[in-house]
Structures are given as C-alpha cells and as structure tokens.
C-alpha cells in the first residue's frame, strides 16, 4: 500500500514529468516566436550543444565522485578485516591458551593420582606395619604366657 505523505513531493518520476513539460514548453515558444527557421534550427543547435557539454562534464563528474566513494568504502572495509583479523589472533591466543591449560590441568590431575596412590600405599604399608606390629606382640605375649605356662606346669 502507497503511503500519501505530502513529504514525498516532488519524486524522481515528479521531476521527470515536469523536465518533459518544460522542455516541450520551450520547444513550443520558441517554434511560435520564432519566424526564421534557419534561425531556430541554429538555436536548437546551440543549444544541444550546450546541453552535451553540460553532460559530458557531469560524466566527467560522477566517476569521480563514485571513484572517490569507493575508496571510502574500500577504506572502511579494510578497517573492518583489520578489526576482524585481531579478533581471530586473539581467538587463536585464547584457543592456545585453553588448550595448554588443559593438558597442564590433565598432567597436575595424573600427578595427583598418583600422588593419592603412593600415600594411599604408603598409608597401607603404615597400617600393615602396625598390624604386624601388633601381631609380634600378640605373639610375643602368646609366648611369654606358653613359656610361663610351661613353667607353671613343670613346675607342678
């Protein structure tokens, strides 16, 4: 749906009626006005001239000014890559990073198991020492009661 906001006037297709219009208009004054045609064909002439060196610097002009926006563009792009090429070197450095921590933490967590398996058997050798600790002198005390036990029966 065409929105109606008086805003819009006059459009590119406003100005190119009214370009006709007026063009067409001229034409018809100076045909009217006019009563030598070699004269008007000589006008018409001049002025067609005129006109193509008005576009031909206008050609001359707008390459220019494209050229001009494009090297702004281009600029602002290379701004952009340059932005986005840091971006990456330091996604890179990060991923660099995560990977070394992981390994050092995958190395300190082997380190720790093995560390938690020796004291483990260093904490069972303790115990199994003081069991056999404890055993040799059950058995001591097992062989002072026989000897003593002995005695008492030699003895009777």
Not at 47 to 63: E, H, N, R, T
Not at 126 to 151: A, F
């Amino acid at each position: 749906m065409r929105n109606n906001n008086c805003n819009e006037f006059p459009t590119k297709k406003d100005m190119v009626y009214w370009l006709i219009i007026l063009v067409l208009a001229l034409v018809m004054v100076s045909v009217w006005r006019v009563e030598d045609p070699k004269k008007l064909s000589g006008q018409l002439s001049l002025g067609a001239a005129l006109l193509s060196m008005l576009l031909a610097v206008v050609g001359i002009i707008i390459p220019f000014i494209q050229g001009n926006e494009t090297s702004r563009q281009n600029f602002t792009l290379l701004e952009h890559i340059s932005v986005l090429t840091k971006e990456i070197a330091l996604y890179r450095k990060l991923t660099e990073t995560y990977e070394h921590v992981t390994i050092k933490m995958a190395e300190d967590l082997k380190e720790k198991q093995e560390t938690n398996h020796i004291a483990k058997t260093s904490e069972g050798f303790l115990i199994w020492q003081e069991k056999q600790t404890e055993i040799n002198d059950i058995k001591r005390g097992i062989s002072e009661l026989s000897g003593s036990l002995t005695l008492k029966n030699n003895r009777q």
